[in-house]
């Protein structure tokens, strides 16, 4: 096998168990016999040592500033296996802390570094887990990490793969990024089989019902963003019902209606669900005919975040209860400044249109923005508008989000629920 041996002193992180190694921490590196290539292959599994040779870990070699991500620790190779044991160890959790019912089969299995498997996603709904690989090494691995999710989870009987957005661009990956890795048995999908052999999703992913605290939402994996919903969202929508009673509530970037339909079950007044993707709006209007067949107190509405608000804001609409979703601003470092304005521009929007009394749920999922700036960018946002604010809640990523102690950068998601006069 190929080792990795670090510059003196650079072993320290990885014996505190932080799971990245820099290119910058290496000294050299000793190819295995069999490498006919000058460096190690991306996704391959490498040992690596300190200067003093002492064995760290192995982990899935990557090209980039993380060079390794750490799968085991204190171990020359992965013990047999060890896939198995990753995902019961990630499911049992799950299952210790009441997440997985009958009323909510809805739930993120692996959160990549927050449960020891850097590079890999699996969320599950109903009887499909949907795995998002983020390294190649994980890519190279996926039909191992399926089987071992169908041994080890009852509720999964399909397995779809989906890493065309995540997968590093260019990597030249062995086999396809998106498709079926364990396909659904239903007799009448059938017709669907193109002549290849393969399995053509059918085209309105109508029969995909998975369900969130007793709220039912077709999940659309093949089109959808990310694995086919935000499932980060679930305990915060669940407040979100809390307060919905007799509200006006404006949901915006509200993707699939997560937070509109918790509202509606909350008793909310009206629910305008607002969202730039058109393809986001029909399946909002789908979900809530799911659940709400004779509601007539909803309003789906594709359209961007910020003319929407000034359009509305010009025709003095307010409301009691606003949701502020966005994307995630700044995807890297060097975006923050300008993501911190968006949030700050956002935020003054939306608290202009609350009456005095309402409420304002905001979020920010950019892991490169901390708690502390957004918190000062809607400070900011407050402060000009110049309205009376106090927090009430301050929001993060669910259970099934975890953040491994040893890696405080898996924390991404944060929100704040204010509280306007
Ligand atoms: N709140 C959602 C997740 C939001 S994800 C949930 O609970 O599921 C962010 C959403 O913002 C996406 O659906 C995306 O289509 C939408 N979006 C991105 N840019 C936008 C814009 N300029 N205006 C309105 N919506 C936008």
């Known amino acids: 096998m190929t080792t990795i041996y670090l510059k003196s002193h650079k072993e320290e992180s990885l014996k505190r168990f932080h799971p990245w190694v820099f290119s910058g921490a290496i000294a050299r590196v000793v190819l295995d016999a069999a490498h006919k290539s000058e460096a190690p292959e991306e996704g391959e599994l490498v040992a690596v040592r300190s200067a003093a040779n002492e064995i760290l870990g192995v982990g899935h070699w990557q090209v980039g500033s993380i060079a390794v991500r750490i799968l085991a620790f204190g171990v020359e190779m ?11 160890a990630a499911y049992q959790m799950r299952e210790a802390i009441g997440l997985i019912q009958k009323e909510n089969n809805t739930f993120r299995l692996i959160h990549g570094e927050g449960d020891f498997l850097p590079g890999l996603i699996v969320d599950v709904y109903a009887e499909t887990a949907v795995i998002q690989a983020h390294s190649v090494g994980m890519h190279v691995c996926r039909n191992e990490i ?17 890493s065309d957005d ?10 396809e990024r998106v498709g079926w890795l364990k396909e659904p048995s239903d007799p009448y999908r059938e017709a669907d089989r193109s002549t290849a052999g393969r399995l053509e999703v ?52 509200c993707y699939t209606g997560g937070f509109s339909l918790y509202a509606l079950r909350g008793g909310a007044k009206t629910v305008d669900s607002v969202d ?9 209007n789908v979900n809530v005919a799911k659940n709400f067949p004779s509601a007539t107190n909803h309003t789906a509405v594709a359209a961007d975040a910020f003319e929407y608000l000034t359009a ?5 609409r307010t409301y009691d209860l606003i949701i502020l979703d966005p994307p995630a601003f700044a995807k890297h470092r060097d975006a923050v400044k ?15 249109m609350i009456r005095p009394g309402g409420i304002l749920f905001t979020f920010s999922c950019s892991q490169a923005v901390d708690k502390e700036a957004f918190r000062l960018a809607v400070f900011s946002a407050a402060a000009q508008v110049g309205r009376k604010v106090r927090i009430l809640h301050q929001l993060h990523q669910p259970q099934d989000h975890p953040i491994n102690i040893y890696h405080p950068e898996g ?11």
């Open 202 to 253: 059918p085209s309105t992913g109508e029969e995909f019902w998975s369900i969130e605290n007793g709220l039912q939402f077709r999940i659309d994996w093949l089109r959808g963003q990310k694995t086919g919903f935000f499932i980060d969202q679930r305990e915060n929508r669940a407040l979100v019902e809390r307060y919905a009673k007799d509200k006006d509530v404006l949901n915006m970037f």
């Open 276 to 284: 730039v993707s058109q393809k986001a709006i029909e399946l909002v």
């Open 78 to 88: 992965l013990p047999a296996g060890f896939w198995r044991e990753r995902i019961r």
């Open 338 to 352: 300008n993501a911190l304005r968006g949030y700050q521009r956002i935020n003054a929007k939306a608290i202009e």
């Open 312 to 316: 509305q804001k010009a025709q003095g």
């Open 146 to 162: 399926a089987e071992a999710i169908l041994a080890e989870v009852p509720q999964v009987q399909n397995i779809y793969y989906k």
């Open 166 to 175: 995540t997968l590093p661009f260019k990597a030249p990956v062995e086999g």
């Open 411 to 421: 924390e991404y998601l944060k929100g704040l629920v204010l509280y306007v006069e």
